[in-house]
Each structure stands twice: as structure tokens, then as C-alpha cells.
């Protein structure tokens, strides 16, 4: 028994020592901990208030040096810093970031486009390409298909029109109109008077072999309302042994003078009376320009009325054949004109233009 109670008197004594020691070594440990922490947030707290003045300056700085990288002086980067500032106006303000920056990019992106465009229809652009390749604007030069296959051509794709010239021939214009046609792969038809063709033989010809048609105008450019049976015969008839005797060819049209005709001139000429639906009025204008605007004003499948005596009718066409061309207008004779619209040439009947008598 007193063994055992020695025992438990060391026990005692050693916990009345270590308890003590324990509970110092305890709060020395948590005053430790407590004074880390407090360490640790101090510390924290320093590094946010040294943070935020920091990021502050470094915007400003940011801002000062953009601000200085732009002179000034330079307008142009002005008014790009302008332009930029009400973006990012127009952003803060309504939040359609995107949209501003989209809408004025396709708006500076259509300009571009605008411009090409406009320098490529640029008239002074085109000069210079065309003196640059002198083949490029010479149609004649195409591999377009003759006037024999002209009638195989689709209405689809190309405007045809018939243009006419009286009262010819004469070499000072018609020769000259026959080169323009010939830049064109053009063909025309020419309503000759017969009284004229001994004087301009070479002319007549000439029309022949560019291709062009020829016509009867009568003999000597009179009313035909106002002649016999006879005369009527004899005008017509002498004109086409005129044109036979030079090319060869006898014409299968006519077209009275003043475009006068009444039942008699109908029932006495066995061939279509060729009229027209569109009269550019040269005779009457004698001013290329004029004369030009109204060429230019026609519509596909016209018969276009003109004179070969009249310089001012060359030059306007020297104005208006490019023009035509390029709106796909193409020149053909009067009989290709009724053979493409598929419109018959009736003896004896009287035609003004095919998309009339379609009622186009
Ligand atoms: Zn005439």
C-alpha cells in the first residue's frame, strides 16, 4: 500500500511542476500567433494602400504619354484622336461598343469601295488604259460574229439598233461614217438618190464593200405622193440600175423622200417602205451635240433616221457610237434589225421599226 501512495505522490508533484510550464509555453505560443497576425494584416494593409495611389499614377502616366505621343500641331492626328474620343463616348454612353466600331468600319470600308469604283468608270482613267492598248478599244477587232451570223445573236444580250443614212451618197461624210462603223463591227444602211451616184461612184462602192447596205431614195428626191404611176416606176427603177451597175447589187427597199407616201406610191412599188420610229433631226439641229443627245436617247430595236451630208451628224456620231457601245448597243442594217426581231419586210407595206409593229 505505502508503495502504491509513493507512486501516486511523484505523479502529483510532477504535474504540480509541468502543468505550470505547459500553460506558460501555451500563452507564450498564442502571444506569438497574435503578434504574427497582427503583423500580417498591418503588412496587408500597407500593400492596398500602396496599390491603389500606385495604379492611379500609372493611368495617368498612361494617359500623359498617349497624349504626348499626339502632336499637336498635326491636325490629321487630331481629328483621328477626335474621332476616337466620341467612339469611346459613344460606347460609354450607350454601351453599343461593337456597333459603333462595326458601323464605322463598313463606312470607311464602302468609301474604299466608292473610290476604286469611281477611278475605275473614271473617263480619264479609261483614256489612258485604252491609248495604253490601242487594240482594246477597237470593236472591230473583237471575234464577235459576223453580219451574216449577227442574226444568231439573243436579243438577251445585246440592244440593236438600225442606224440610216439619206440623201447620199458624198464622200466627205459617208466615207468617214464608214471608218466609224468599222471601229464598231458596225454595219448602217444607206437610202441613196440615184442623181448622185455617177458624182460618188467610189463612195457608193465603198459602202458596198464595208458591208453596209444600200437603198433606193428615189432618183431625184421628189413627192413621190405627187407623181404617176410611171414616174413613180421610172424614179425607183433608174436609182437601183445606178446601184446595180456599181456594186452589183440590186436593193430590196425603199424609202420614199420626206417619208411621203400615200395608197398609189404604196400599190405602184413592189418593196417595203422603210420609214423610221426615231429622227435625230440633223438637218434641221446642224450642232454635233444636239445631234449626239438625240442618238444617244434611242431605245433597242430603232430605226434611226440621219443625212450623209451634214459634217455635224459625223461628228456626233463620233460622240455617241462609244457611248451606245458601252451600253451594249450594237449597229446593224435595217434587214438584220427586222431578221433579228423576226419581223417580216412585206412588199408593198409600209415600216417605221420592228418593235413598233411588235408594239414595244
Ligand atoms: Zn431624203
Known sequence: MNKEHNKEHQK???????????????????????????????????????????????????????????????????????SLNSQEQNINQDGNTLHSIIDLSSISSEKTEKTISESDSDPANSKESDTSDPEKNQPGETTEPSASEKSLYSLVDYNYIALTFDDGPYDEVDLEILDLLNEYNAHATFFLVGSRIDYYSDTVKAIAEQGSEIANHSFSHPDLTTLSHEELLAEINLTNEKIKEYTGITPTMIRPPYGAYNDSVLEALPYPHIIWNHDTEDWRLRNANLISNSIENTRPGSVILMHSLFPETLEALKQSLPILYEQNYRFVTVSELYEIYEVPLIPHGIHNSPVDELGY
Do not use: C, W, Y
Open 12 to 82: 502529483r508533484n510532477i504535474l504540480k511542476i509541468v502543468a505550470p510550464v505547459l500553460s506558460g509555453l501555451l500563452i507564450i505560443a498564442v502571444i506569438i500567433l497574435f503578434l504574427l497576425n497582427s503583423q500580417k494584416i498591418k503588412s496587408t494593409a500597407r500593400l492596398v494602400m500602396q496599390d491603389a495611389p500606385d495604379s492611379i499614377s500609372e493611368n495617368n502616366l498612361k494617359q500623359t504619354d498617349q497624349q504626348s505621343q499626339i502632336d499637336p500641331t498635326d491636325e490629321h492626328n487630331s481629328l483621328e484622336q477626335n
